[in-house]
Each structure stands twice: as structure tokens, then as C-alpha cells.
């Protein structure tokens, strides 16, 4: 498993230790978190330009782990918060889509709408997104094979004053999904039900660490 913040932030962010503690209380895993402060740290426009090649880094530095050490591709998962969504996309492009599980946590949405370097759903073998600060610091539109809108996926989430707020509970959404995989979510007919919080559909587990997982 691989964790990678977003701008602004380090290896030291809050969210790397609470995703790793949780992945490894309830898998046999390496857990390797990524640092690329000195990019994030720019302006944020500098960061956005930053992103493809900090994306094939990882990338590469994955292929070559993996061919050097050994391991199995459908073992992979990558986990990505806000800017470092975009990053781990990078990477699966990079690696030829070859990572199991791909997983983008709130993806970062200003200047990321439309952007060819964005996370999509076509980065790995699964795709997914859980979406908590649409519109504002996240990015609302549906980019992956199953994108999640908890409490309606914008801001302000339950608890939350603020946009930042909102945005920071994505990996904390994704951390309790990993160690309880309770949270269960319905397949929506439109972008506007999910939204609402109006969606009946089908049911599919948001988050968890099942490398398996489809929806």
C-alpha cells in the first residue's frame, strides 16, 4: 500500500499514520508513505505542474520494487488525498495500469476539471473516489469506475465549519472504512440523487482495504 498527501502538507500529515495504523490492523502489508513536500510546498498552481512527474516517479519506483524485490501488482494499492489523488493516477499510467486498487480521497478540484494529468478511472484495475468537498477544494465531477458522495459529498460535512474540514474527512472516512468496512453506499441514478442523498440503487461498500473489491 502506498499513501501519498496532498499540497501543502508532508509525510508527517495527520492522515498518513491514522491510514497506516488501520491498514495494518487488519492486514499483513508494507505500508510506504510518500514525501513530496518540497513540490507541494510552492505556490499551487507550481504543485498542479509538479504532479506528472512526481506521479512517474512513483511509478517507476514502483515497477522497479516490484521487479528487483519481487511482489505481485494485484497486491498494489494506492491511496491518494486531495493532490496526491492526481498522483497516484500518474503513477498507475505509469505502470501501465497495473496496480490492483487505486483509491482517490477527496482529489483535488481547482484547476484539476478537465485536466488530461487528473486521476481517472482508467489508472488501475479499480478505481474509486470518496468525494466530501465537491465544488470547493475537491473536485465534484464523477472521475472514477465508483465514485462515493458521503453526507452529499460537499461541504459542510457533519462536524466540519469549514471547507478545509470537509476536505480532511475523506481520509478519515477512508481510515474507519478500512479497519469496520461499514459504511455502505447506493447506487445513484444521476449526479443530482447523489447530491440529495436521495439514491436507492444497488449497495457497494465505500473504502476498505479489499483488494478484490469491484463495483
Excluded at 12 to 25: G, H, R, V
Excluded at 184 to 204: D, E, I, K, Y
Aim: hydrophobic fraction near 35%; aromatic fraction near 8%; include cysteine.
Amino acid at each position: 500500500m502506498v499513501i501519498v498527501h496532498g499540497w501543502n502538507s508532508d509525510s508527517n500529515s495527520n492522515m498518513n499514520p491514522l491510514i497506516t495504523s488501520a491498514y495494518l490492523a487488519v492486514a499483513d502489508a508494507n505500508v510506504i508513505v510518500m514525501d513530496w513536500s518540497r513540490a507541494a510546498s510552492g505556490s499551487y498552481t507550481t504543485s498542479v505542474w509538479s504532479v506528472p512527474s512526481v506521479g512517474q516517479f512513483l511509478g517507476n519506483f514502483l515497477v522497479w520494487l516490484i521487479n528487483t524485490a519481487g511482489g505481485n501488482w494485484n497486491n498494489v494499492h494506492l491511496v491518494g488525498f486531495s493532490m496526491g489523488a492526481h498522483i497516484v493516477g500518474n503513477a498507475g499510467r505509469t505502470a501501465g495500469r497495473r496496480p490492483m486498487r487505486i483509491t482517490g480521497l477527496d482529489p483535488a478540484g481547482p484547476q484539476w476539471g478537465g485536466n488530461s494529468n487528473a486521476l481517472n478511472r482508467n489508472d488501475g484495475q479499480y478505481v474509486e473516489c470518496i468525494h466530501t468537498d465537491g465544488g470547493l477544494l475537491g473536485i465534484f465531477d464523477p472521475i472514477s469506475l465508483a465514485d462515493f458522495y458521503p453526507n452529499g459529498g460537499r461541504n459542510p460535512q457533519p462536524g466540519c465549519w469549514n471547507s478545509a474540514c470537509s476536505h480532511r474527512r475523506a481520509p478519515e472516512f477512508f481510515a474507519s472504512s478500512i479497519r469496520t468496512n461499514h459504511f455502505v453506499g447506493r447506487l445513484c441514478n444521476n449526479l443530482n440523487q447523489a447530491q440529495n442523498n436521495q439514491c436507492t440503487g444497488a449497495s457497494l461498500h465505500m473504502g476498505n482495504s479489499i483488494l478484490s473489491k469491484r463495483g
